[in-house]
T-cell receptor
Framework: AQTVTQSQPEMSVQEAETVTLSCTYD???????LFWYKQPPSRQMILVIR????KQQNATENRFSVNFQKAAKSFSLKISDSQLGDAAMYFC?????????WGAGTKLIIKP | ETGVTQTPRHLVMGMTNKKSLKCEQH?????MYWYKQSAKKPLELMFV???????ENNSVPSRFSPECPNSSHLFLHLHTLQPEDSALYLC??????????????FGPGTRLTVL
């Protein structure tokens, strides 16, 4: 079965500090993409970062980076220098053909 | 308008009503999606339209009926819904076959409440 598990329903971090959100997944496919999406309160879901499974190098987008461990099927998101605007639900997902398989999300709280 | 738009943003309906949700994408994409988002649950894919053809329906109850008249517009027709259908309904679009496969762009959603 294709599944995504986000084991942390909620995380909190002090502003300016670093936080890591965990994600594990299960698939028998060898070629796929992994995604982290962000959904701020009452705002649209937007893509944060994407990783291609055949690439060993971890993706980075400004303050956001991933730790991709393909053998362990782990795909964590690190947010450095956390800002108040980072407060949101974060969803991990991977694609099977045209379909995205989603985790249940982690609510990130930023403490000022 | 830019991106993906959805109307209405909020909808309250009785169990016997008929209503429709509308989605429009201004990105030139060739695939559109309906998702149901309930609290503390993964997004549930309801329908996929690729090149205007429905390719997935994931065993959605027949009280939900999609319509895709062209590659830019997607509707979700609702009738005789149940209270457990109350949720946020998200529309998304993507460009299938492109190098950035499966990056989906989302609308703001319609918050549906069924009384």
């Amino acid at each position: 079965a294709q599944t995504v598990t986000q084991s942390q329903p909620e995380m909190s971090v002090q502003e300016a500090e670093t936080v890591t959100l965990s994600c594990t997944y299960d698939t028998s496919e060898s070629d796929y993409y992994l995604f982290w999406y962000k959904q701020p309160p009452s705002r649209q879901m937007i893509l944060v970062i994407r990783q291609e499974a055949y690439k060993q190098q971890n993706a980075t987008e400004n303050r956001f980076s991933v730790n991709f461990q393909k053998a362990a099927k782990s795909f964590s998101l690190k947010i450095s220098d956390s800002q108040l605007g980072d407060a949101a639900m974060y969803f991990c997902a991977f694609n099977i053909y045209y379909q995205l398989i989603w985790g249940a999300g982690t609510k990130l709280i930023i403490k000022p | 308008e830019t991106g993906v738009t959805q109307t209405p943003r909020h909808l309250v309906m009785g169990m016997t009503n008929k209503k429709s949700l509308k989605c429009e994408q201004h990105l030139g994409h060739n695939a559109m999606y309906w998702y149901k988002q309930s609290a503390k649950k993964p997004l549930e894919l309801m329908f996929v339209y690729n090149f205007k053809e429905q390719t997935e329906n994931n065993s959605v109850p027949s009280r939900f009926s999609p319509e895709c008249p062209n590659s830019s517009h997607l509707f979700l027709h609702l009738h005789t819904l149940q209270p457990e259908d109350s949720a946020l309904y998200l529309c998304a679009s993507s460009q299938e076959g492109s190098w950035n496969a499966n990056e989906q762009f989302f609308g703001p959603g319609t918050r549906l409440t069924v009384l």
